[in-house]
Each structure stands twice: as structure tokens, then as C-alpha cells.
């Protein structure tokens, strides 16, 4: 009797890919996980249970079919694995390394209920992805007929591929227009190597170019190209530009040299890795080395933050967060790993001014956690009389997103944006209220994941498809 090859989590423990050593990952912006060996992504694999509800998946926002493609990897059948996987996922090899599993499918695995350690979901995933790449398996995107559709998509990060990917694939015209040199997005120049290596990215874009898609770049809509231009070209047009206006302080010292927004001194540094010449950085304005570093914010784009300036070479670097350990937005994984490094975490801190110009400290405010607040999160509040200066020569500010003023950079008052300035639509479609006029991802929801945003992409594609299956065309202006 051939022997069961899944439920083995009983007597298999969790294991993660191994991690590199802290002081060998600070010097360099390599990802700091290693690649599964095939029998150890197997033996992972096996220690699924194949539950009858499985909330891995529910979890997911894509509904991926992990269950599926997690018996497949254990059963040795790895190139079904990667079919049944991108058949939900345009891009799991990406997920696979930035999603937050801790809160997503790992974080409801059913076996970590019972104590025995989540099923390592986000390792595989990327295992199984880049053993397609490797192996050959990813096939050029080759519609089976060529359609005469046209859609123009503005924004080349994870929503707008995942857009182009679909509507490739059945054939219709697609341009994506970019304000930067280098398709990607926040994939391209606002994670970190260490979490996503670039050249994961850099195929993707080549596949999609390869199948047909066209890049229009360093295209600012709005300065270099009109919206009614875009419009006026196209069938339909989906909106996907993020939101990358940074939120700021309002406090003393504002506007001092040595404070700087989270998204430039992420992109300088990832420009830097693609060897590109950037002022900004080899002025030292944008480049940690040698500085005490101070990052305000506590989500993901902080950890991002802390984690670079180290590997830039820091004299020290601090983060300060205004809520505790247990209440911070970003991953759990990621503070451990800055905490692994190096990085020092100042909890139930918040910035109330900044001392000199050039900067030479932070005010720093001591908090404690009060009543819960309308989302049941517990309000920081300031503890009298403990203030006190946190020495700086770098202070990154990483607050999070807001969303640009569309309706005015565009000269579009009538596109439909709610008072955070994000993009009203049909959440199921992404349409908007403007005829042929679609959104997705941050500029609809906020601020949010990637994975939502190829979500979003690739529900807006299927809404588009079905729009020129009836027969519908952009109305004429």
C-alpha cells in the first residue's frame, strides 16, 4: 500500500528556508532567505492536511488553490503545482516572497490551531515559481487570435501588469503608460532587494513585452501625455497608478535638511542597485553611511526603511512607533528580522519636533495606550512631562500613502474620487462612472498589499473582456 504523502504534519516540525546569517545579510541587499531543496519543499509540502474548509485559501485574496498545489509539490508532480498556481496568481513568485502570510494564509493555517506549526505556504509558493522559471515551464504570453480592442493602462505596478497579463493572453491590444524609466512600480523601486530581488521583477516585465505588451515609460499622464489623449487612443483605459504621496508631519523643525520621505530614500537606494547614477545618494543626502538614522512609522514601508540603512552602513539606526509591539500594522517577521540586524524599535514613541538645520535630534514624545478608538485599537497618548531628544543626523519619515489629486494633475473634475481622493468604482469591475474608465488596486482601496492589487487587476481585465464581448465601445467625447 502506497504510503499517505500528505497529514505528515504530526510528525514533520515546521521548517523554514534557512535564513542568512545577520551580520553576513547587513552587508549586501540580497534576499535573505535560501531556495528550498526539491525534497525539503516536498517534505513542507506534506505537512498540509487537506482540510475540508480550507482557510489558507479563503484567506487569500486571490483564492489561491493551495491545497491543490501543496499535494502536487508533495507528490513530486511540481510543473501541475506551478499550473494550478498561476491559474489564480499572475505573479506567485512575487507573493510567494513579500505577501504577509503571517497574516494571510499561513496566519489561518488549520494545523497551527492545533499547535503544530503553520504550513511554510509563502516559501513553496516561491519554490514552485521559480523552479517553473528555471525549468522552462513559464511559456510566452501568445494569444490564440489577436483582437482589435485597445486598452490603455496607467500605472506599470503589480495592478496594472496583472491587468496587462489577462488582456494579453486573450489578445488585446495593450499600452501601459509610466512616469518611470522601469516598469515595476513599488516592486521595482520601493521593496528592497533583500525582500524581492530585482531581476524577479525585471523577467516579469520582459514576459509581458515579449507577449506583446507596450511600455510607454518616463510618461507622466498629465504632463507629457493628456488623460483625453490616453482616452481618446483607447477602448477602454484602467487607472493603476498607486498612491505615492507621502503623509507628512506638521511639527517644529519641518523642512530641515536631514529629513526625508520614506519613498525617495527607498528609490534612491534601489536605483543604486540597478547601477543607475543618482544624485541624491552620492551627494549623501539619500545614503545612511556613517549616520545615526531615525525612522518614524511602523508598517512595512519602516521596516523597509530600517533595514536598508542598515545595509548602507549606519552608525545606528532607530525606529519610533507611537503604539506597542502587539499593535504594529507591519509584519512580525519583518520586526524580527530588522531586530536581527541591528535595527533598534522605540516603542510607544511619536515625534513632536526636530532640533538644528541640518538636523542634529527628534523630539521625542513618550506615549502610553488609552481607551480603544472607533476601530477598537487602543489611542496613544501622550505621557506628560517625559519628552526627551533622540540624537539624529537622518530621519526618514515613513507615514504611510495618500493619493495625489487625480481630478486636478489630469484636468478630469468629473472623475468620480471619495474624500480620501481615492477613485470611486464598481468593486467588483473597478468601473468608475466615466464611461470605458476603470481603477485598481491603492488608488481605489488606499494604501494596501500587492496581492489585493493583482486582484484587482486581474478583476478589472475580466470586467473588460466581458465589456467588448457585448459589444461595447468608448463613447465618443
Known sequence: MAEQPMLKFVKIERDMPEKRPPDLRRTDF?????????????????????????????????????????????????????????????????????????????????????????????????YITDTAWEEGWVQPIKPHAERTESVGIIGAGPGGLAAADVLRRQGVQVTIYDRYDRAGGLLTYGIPGFKLEKDVVMRRNEQLEQGGVTFKLNCTVGEDISFDEVRAAHDAVIIATGVYKSREIQAPGVGGVGLERALDFLTASNRKSFGDAVEEFDSGRLNAEGKRVVVIGGGDT?????????????????????????????????????EEEGVQFEWLTAPKGFV?????????????????????????????????????????????????????????????????????????????????????????????LVVWAIKDGRDCAEAVLERFDNGAVMAAE
Not at 552608525?315 to 500594522?329: F, G, I, T
Not at 489629486?405 to 464598481?426: H, S
Open 30 to 126: 540580497k534576499e535573505i532567505y535560501a531556495e528550498y531543496a526539491d525534497a525539503k519543499a516536498k517534505e513542507q509540502s506534506s505537512r498540509c492536511s487537506q482540510c475540508g474548509v480550507p482557510y489558507c485559501q479563503t484567506h487569500c485574496p486571490l483564492h489561491n488553490n493551495i491545497p491543490d498545489w501543496l499535494r502536487l509539490t508533495a507528490e513530486g508532480r511540481l510543473q501541475e503545482a506551478y499550473e494550478v498556481s498561476q491559474a489564480t496568481n499572475t505573479f506567485p513568485e512575487i507573493c510567494g516572497r513579500i505577501c504577509p502570510q503571517d497574516r494571510l494564509c499561513e496566519g489561518n493555517c488549520v494545523i497551527e490551531s492545533s499547535g503544530h506549526g503553520t504550513v511554510t505556504i509563502g516559501s513553496v509558493e516561491k
Open 302 to 338: 519602516a521596516m523597509d526603511c530600517v533595514r536598508t540603512s542598515i545595509r548602507q552602513g549606519a552608525k545606528s539606526v532607530k525606529c519610533l512607533y507611537r503604539r506597542d509591539r502587539a499593535n504594529m500594522p507591519g509584519s512580525q517577521r519583518e520586526v524580527a528580522n530588522a
Open 356 to 448: 538644528g538645520d541640518p538636523i542634529t535630534g527628534v523630539m521625542v514624545q513618550k506615549m502610553r495606550l488609552g481607551a480603544p478608538d472607533a476601530t477598537g485599537r487602543q489611542a496613544p497618548e501622550v505621557i506628560e512631562g517625559a519628552d526627551y531628544v533622540e540624537d539624529a543626523d537622518l530621519v526618514i519619515m515613513a507615514l504611510g500613502f495618500e493619493a495625489e489629486e487625480l481630478p486636478k494633475l489630469w484636468d478630469q473634475p468629473e472623475l468620480p474620487v471619495n474624500r480620501w481622493g481615492t477613485i470611486k468604482v464598481d468593486y467588483i469591475t473597478g468601473a468608475t462612472e466615466m464611461d470605458g474608465v476603470y481603477a485598481v488596486g491603492d488608488i481605489v482601496r488606499g494604501a494596501s
